[in-house]
């Protein structure tokens, strides 16, 4: 389903990039959901929780999109579509978060902090599975299906 502007509301999923398969699986049922539910994946490009997000969105026929940090699309994960390679490093996660409707963060590290605190500047919403806990804006969910359907109704209300 499409937002008010027409186009397919984009979810970033962000986390660790080396993560346990409870973690990767999480990640592919929140891909999973946003791409059955006419959403198109967004996230780093590279392995453990992108990778987990963008696998279950190719299994369920969606689009993927990675920002990835370097300047080689061969560095992105399998199950990525659209391959934007920046050489930024971890700068690109200012451009995940500015491209994304909205975000569901997963634990990660350093590099998922910086990316929620680039979405409270910018006024994303986000929804966090047992990720950092930032503050009241931050909707915190225990269930990845949960987050992925709260991700989809606020990405429709942001355009």
């Known amino acids: 389903m499409k937002n008010d502007t027409g186009r397919k509301p984009v979810i970033a999923i962000i986390g660790a990039g080396k993560c346990s398969k409870k973690l990767y699986d999480m990640a592919a049922e929140i891909g ?3 791409a059955e539910n006419g959403g198109v994946v967004l996230c780093g490009g590279l392995g453990g929780i992108m990778e987990g ?9 969606g689009t993927t999109i990675g920002i990835i ?3 080689n699309k061969a560095d992105a994960n399998q199950f990525i ?3 934007i390679p920046t050489g930024f490093g971890q700068a690109r996660n200012v451009l995940v978060v500015r491209a994304a409707d909205a975000i569901v963060a997963l634990p990660g590290k350093f590099g998922t902090l910086s990316e929620m605190a680039f979405a409270l500047v910018s006024g994303k919403p986000i929804i966090s599975v047992q990720a950092w806990k930032l503050g009241e804006e ?6 990845p299906l949960e987050a992925a359907k709260i991700a989809m109704e606020l990405a429709r209300k942001q355009n």
């Open 69 to 71: 940090p370097s300047e």
């Open 53 to 61: 997000a963008a696998r279950g969105a190719k299994e369920a026929g």
């Open 81 to 83: 579509d659209h391959v």
């Open 32 to 34: 999973r959901y946003v």
């Open 138 to 143: 931050i909707q915190q969910v225990e269930d």
